[in-house]
């Protein structure tokens, strides 16, 4: 078995299986993998990019224990905390990134989840942006009831954010507050009131790559399509301070084999993605039609302005 096989296979619409991922990731060519993997994004998604924002609506003194995250309240990370932000600024907010060209925008707070009172806020802000923008509306608040879900589309959200972050062997050494099913249920329950799921992983953890395509086959196997890939930036406070960063040929060949997994999504360059360094331009060769914009909730992203000159120099449209 060899790379033309396995991406003849994709292009003809079959799906790959464990061990062909497997084998993928470990495909000495690092540049032809890449090729192949854009040959597939070009077939199934053409070149249309996805482009979201997102904003800080709620921050830091998460119960959560995370081992990666600045705004648990087990960590001292100098990170803000402030509760739940005003309708006014979420406009505000939300009409600078439609104007800049951003399709999606999204709140995200942190916890464990959302109670009945916030959730009654943030449903009032997201009928504000509703009349006031065009935009797509996403929501990530952690762990939520179908019930809440329910609530959440009513209000004109049409995608809901949750994160595997990696494989269900792995998670419990990331984080034992809650469980990788929970956070399975919380998907299940947002798709039945009727919502997309946005969910991908976090990688550099300490993970293998083995760990990492386990999580993807698990997305591929809930139907969700858009899928980011966000790199650890280690915080100091945390229990990851000290993780090396991942090198950009690896982060490249990550989302290659996401790909080649999930031929027709989008794969989105989520946060961290400055770890590529000049290879940014190379990722959005590598198999990526989607891209997290603007700055993220504890660390700093690109201008969205240089993000669109990126992805114009590399022939996608906006």
Same mark, same amino acid.
């Given at each position: 078995?060899?790379?033309?096989?396995?991406?003849?296979?994709?292009?003809?619409? @079959?799906?790959?299986?464990?061990?062909?991922?497997?084998?993928?990731?470990? *495909?000495?060519?690092?540049?032809?993998?890449?090729?192949?993997?854009?040959?597939?994004?070009?077939?199934?998604?053409?070149?249309?990019?996805?482009?979201?924002?997102?904003?800080?609506?709620?921050?830091?003194?998460?119960?959560?224990?995370?081992?990666?995250?600045?705004?648990?309240? %087990?960590?001292?990370?100098?990170? =803000?905390?402030?509760?739940?932000?005003?309708?006014?600024?979420?406009?505000?907010?939300?009409?600078?990134?439609?104007?800049?060209?951003?399709?999606?925008?999204?709140?995200?707070?942190?916890?464990?989840?959302?109670?009945?009172?916030?959730?009654?806020?943030? !449903?009032?802000?997201?009928?504000?942006?509703?009349?006031?923008?065009?935009?797509?509306?996403?929501?990530? +608040?952690?762990?939520?009831?179908?019930?809440? /879900?329910?609530?959440?589309?009513?209000? /004109?959200?049409?995608?809901? #954010? #949750?994160?595997?972050?990696?494989?269900?062997?792995?998670?419990?050494?990331?984080?034992?507050? #809650?469980?990788?099913?929970?956070?399975?249920?919380?998907?299940?329950?947002?798709?039945?009131?009727?919502?997309?799921?946005?969910?991908? /992983?976090?990688?550099?953890?300490?993970?293998?790559?083995?760990?990492?395509?386990?999580?993807?086959?698990?997305?591929?196997?809930?139907?969700?399509?858009?899928?980011?890939?966000?790199?650890?930036? =280690? *915080?100091?406070?945390? =229990?990851?301070?000290?993780?090396?960063?991942?090198?950009?040929?690896?982060?490249?060949?990550?989302?290659?084999?996401?790909? +080649?997994?999930? =031929?027709?999504?989008?794969?989105?360059? /989520?946060?961290?993605?400055?770890?590529?360094?000049? %290879?940014?331009?190379?990722?959005?060769?590598?198999?990526?039609?989607?891209?997290?914009?603007?700055?993220?909730?504890?660390?700093?992203?690109?201008?969205? !302005?240089?993000? *669109?000159?990126?992805?114009?120099? @590399?022939?996608?449209?906006?």
């Amino acid at each position: 078995m060899n790379l033309e096989y396995i991406t003849n296979k994709v292009l003809n619409g @079959q799906l790959i299986d464990y061990e062909e991922a497997v084998e993928l990731s470990s *495909i000495k060519d690092l540049d032809e993998l890449l090729e192949a993997a854009n040959t597939i994004r070009e077939k199934f998604k053409g070149n249309k990019m996805d482009l979201c924002s997102i904003m800080n609506a709620k921050s830091g003194k998460c119960s959560e224990n995370c081992k990666f995250c600045a705004q648990s309240a %087990h960590y001292k990370t100098g990170a =803000p905390e402030y509760s739940l932000i005003s309708k006014e600024e979420a406009l505000k907010m939300a009409k600078e990134n439609e104007e800049n060209g951003v399709h999606r925008f999204s709140l995200v707070t942190s916890g464990k989840g959302i109670s009945d009172g916030e959730l009654d806020k943030v !449903t009032e802000i997201y009928d504000e942006l509703k009349n006031k923008t065009k935009l797509q509306l996403c929501a990530s +608040f952690g762990i939520i009831s179908y019930e809440q /879900g329910l609530k959440l589309k009513k209000a /004109g959200v049409t995608m809901y #954010h #949750h994160n595997l972050e990696t494989s269900k062997a792995f998670f419990p050494k990331i984080c034992d507050t #809650h469980t990788y099913e929970d956070r399975i249920e919380t998907i299940k329950n947002v798709m039945k009131a009727g919502l997309d799921v946005c969910c991908g /992983g976090l990688f550099g953890l300490g993970e293998t790559m083995e760990d990492r395509i386990k999580m993807a086959f698990d997305i591929r196997a809930l139907g969700i399509k858009s899928v980011p890939i966000n790199i650890l930036q =280690p *915080i100091k406070g945390t =229990p990851l301070e000290n993780n090396m960063i991942l090198q950009p040929d690896e982060i490249l060949r990550i989302i290659a084999v996401f790909r +080649f997994i999930i =031929p027709d999504g989008y794969i989105r360059f /989520g946060g961290g993605r400055k770890s590529l360094g000049e %290879h940014q331009e190379k990722g959005l060769k590598s198999g990526i039609n989607a891209a997290l914009v603007g700055n993220y909730l504890t660390t700093i992203g690109n201008k969205i !302005t240089e993000d *669109i000159e990126m992805i114009k120099r @590399q022939g996608l449209e906006i």
